[in-house]
């Protein structure tokens, strides 16, 4: 099977955050990714999703306020873990926020909905490796407090899919264990018994 695509597939990884270093992607990139991204199975024609691009000196002051906020809720905090609220959003030149922004519909289930947010995700990460980009999805504990997605420039009915960190990358990143893909699925049987 000669294919430079499914190629591209199966070596797809995540490089280390703090390895990711300047040139962040151009805005024409950006726009590029946003597109691909775009291009997702969206039942209902919904655009249940949408992005939040956090670059500049704005990484930097969100570190700030999730280091404050940490800090209410758990106290003070020890000068690591104090740098590493810090640092959050600026270790990587380019973060993009994938949001789950969901909607009523009768027929359509919010999960379906989330789903389609992750599939938004991974289409970025995949269009920002195709333009030579690194990337790494993660979440953290900000995502699921209400003060922490606020700061983060969510509404209260918005859920963060997850955070794609981007920026040049000197590879290979480091490959890790893999399923076995021939463990991951047969063929159907009737239905389940228990």
């Known amino acids: 099977m000669a294919s430079p695509i499914i190629d591209f597939l199966l070596t797809r990884n995540s490089a280390p955050i703090p390895d990711l270093k300047e040139p962040a992607p151009s805005d024409a990139e950006i726009a590029t990714m946003i597109a691909a ?4 199975p969206d039942h209902g024609r919904l655009e249940p999703w949408r992005f939040i691009l956090y670059r500049g000196e704005a990484r930097v002051e969100i570190g700030k306020k999730l280091a404050a906020l940490a800090e209410q809720r758990e106290g003070p905090l020890p000068e690591g873990r104090r740098n590493q609220e810090l640092a ?16 009523e519909n009768p027929k359509i289930p919010q999960w379906e909905m989330f789903l389609s947010g992750a599939m938004a995700a991974m289409n970025l990460m ?25 700061i ?10 997850g955070f794609v960190h981007i920026g040049s990358y000197q590879g290979p990143a480091p490959e890790r264990p893999r399923p076995d ?13 228990g």
């Open 37 to 40: 991204a775009s291009r997702v």
């Open 88 to 103: 959050r959003f600026s270790r990587a030149p380019l973060v993009i926020g994938v949001v789950s922004v969901p909607k």
């Open 126 to 150: 995949i269009a920002a490796n195709a333009l030579g980009y690194g990337t790494n999805m993660i979440s953290n504990w900000y995502s699921d407090v209400a003060e922490g997605r606020a």
């Open 152 to 161: 983060l420039g969510l509404s209260p009915r918005e859920r963060v899919v």
């Open 181 to 193: 893909p021939a463990k991951l699925y047969a063929d159907y049987t009737g239905p389940w018994v």
